[in-house]
């Protein structure tokens, strides 16, 4: 491995190095990580800020909006005094005061496919913390395209999901992995399904699904556990519930 880790890093990070699972070789593959978050927003926070605390070495941020008084009920990397900023903006000085060894590349415009066409090649694995069907189905088709692991995560008033896409490999079966339209094979019509903003989240809830986004996104990069590929990781906060949905490749014809 390249890129050592300096003395402050390994202090910083001694609690993952302890692990016999992560070790410094973990660690050397966080540092060499780059990752792509779509949002600064609900998911995106806890996404940016537990990667940035575990030393992935590379965060972009894709979000052309700005704070609001509104958003800090679960936003959590933005605060007061940064009302009316840029998100991006908003969450790098945020990362950059909890790790100064994390370089942040961001991105005020909309991710879409001409996105993706121009940044996404400088990337190795795609996080989708987006509140909107377009931008969910863009970054499946983006990352796929590019052969990418995703990680996706979407929440609801009480309750959200979670699951990982590598649709361009095999699992253990031998069998393609699945894709996001073999989970959701048609996108729903503009304005059929009510947003954050019409119908309220409980904020907490975007913290556990932020963070277990973040957990994929560091098991696939150091190599450990299994990761939610083709499986869809449900959770109903009120009724403390997690439950596991096995998805396949759909046969074509």
Do not use: W
Request: with cysteine; glycine share 10%; net charge negative.
């Amino acid at each position: 491995m390249t890129d050592a880790l300096s003395q402050d890093e390994i202090e910083r990070y001694k609690r993952h190095i302890l692990l016999p699972e992560v070790g410094g070789e973990g660690q050397q593959r966080l540092k060499q990580a780059r990752v792509l978050v779509i949002g600064a927003g609900g998911l995106g926070a806890p996404v940016l800020q537990y990667l940035a605390a575990a030393g992935v070495g590379t965060l972009g941020i894709v979000d052309d909006d700005h704070v609001s008084l509104s958003n800090l009920q679960r936003q959590v990397i933005h605060d007061s005094g940064t009302l009316n900023e840029l998100k991006t903006a908003s969450a790098q000085q945020a990362i950059a005061r909890l790790n100064p060894h994390v370089r942040v590349t961001s991105f005020e415009e909309r991710f879409d496919a001409a996105f993706a066409a121009n940044h996404l090649k400088r990337f190795d694995l795609l996080v989708d913390g987006s509140d909107n069907f377009d931008t969910r189905y863009a970054a499946a088709d983006a990352a796929e395209a590019a052969e990418i692991p995703l990680v996706t995560g979407a929440v609801g008033r009480f309750d959200g999901t979670v699951t990982v896409l590598a649709p361009y490999e095999t699992n253990e079966e031998g069998q393609q992995n699945p894709t996001y339209r073999d989970l959701f094979p048609i996108k729903p019509p503009q304005g059929l399904l009510p947003n954050c903003a019409e119908t309220g989240v409980i904020g907490a809830l975007t913290g556990v699904i932020g963070t277990l986004m973040a957990m994929e996104v560091i098991k696939i990069v150091t190599g450990i556990g299994v990761p939610l590929v083709g499986r869809l990781l449900s959770y109903d906060s009120l009724g403390a519930n997690f439950n596991t949905i096995r998805y396949r490749r759909r046969s074509k014809g």
